[in-house]
């Protein structure tokens, strides 16, 4: 009779060890990636740019345009932008007249620095832990990339909804 080595055991214990695998996810015990997958819908989520140049005033994102998007530095697709909100750097001071104790005013000593929201929609597969976009969850503070014909910002996101079938 031969000696049983070591090497042995470990393939035995991983062929077992695949089999009582194969039949949880046989018996439905497991869920492969491919039944997770609740449905699919329309997705809008906000991407928030922090500190944005602007010299000119004007953003040069506009609503009803595309953007290019990169999720995690990994390029996806261009994505309808629906919406565009900007709004100059802001500081808070003591108010004079006493209340509200603090005012917020507009910071001059960054006067071409803005905060940016946008607004982008996307079909997404809905599974019990989120929306997933191209393969990346998207999940509140993601950092996405957003890129034009004369633009690249870096941002995250900041809001996810999933839109009705009727709205867009």
């Known amino acids: 009779m031969k000696k049983i080595k070591l090497v042995d055991i470990v393939i035995i214990l991983a062929v077992v060890a695949a089999l009582v695998v194969g ?51 990994v390029p996806y697709t261009n994505l309808k932008i629906v919406d565009v909100k900007s709004d100059t750097k802001k500081t808070l001071m003591p108010n004079p007249a006493g209340k509200p104790a603090f005012i917020l005013v507009d910071d001059y000593s960054q ?4 905060d ?8 997404a597969k809905i599974t019990k832990d989120g929306a997933v976009v191209g393969g990346n969850k998207i999940k509140i503070g993601l950092p996405i990339t957003l890129e034009g014909k004369n633009y690249k910002f870096n941002g995250t996101v900041s809001d996810i909804k999933i839109l009705a079938e009727n709205q867009k």
């Open 23 to 73: 039949f949880l996810t046989y018996k439905h015990f497991r869920q492969t990636a491919g039944k997770q997958i609740e449905s699919t819908s329309k997705i809008a989520f906000q991407v928030f740019l922090r500190g944005v140049t602007l010299t000119g005033g004007v953003s040069p994102m506009k609503a009803g345009d595309e953007t290019f998007i990169s999720i995690r530095n």
């Open 111 to 114: 006067i071409f620095m803005y």
């Open 116 to 123: 940016v929201i946008v607004s982008v929609t996307d079909t």
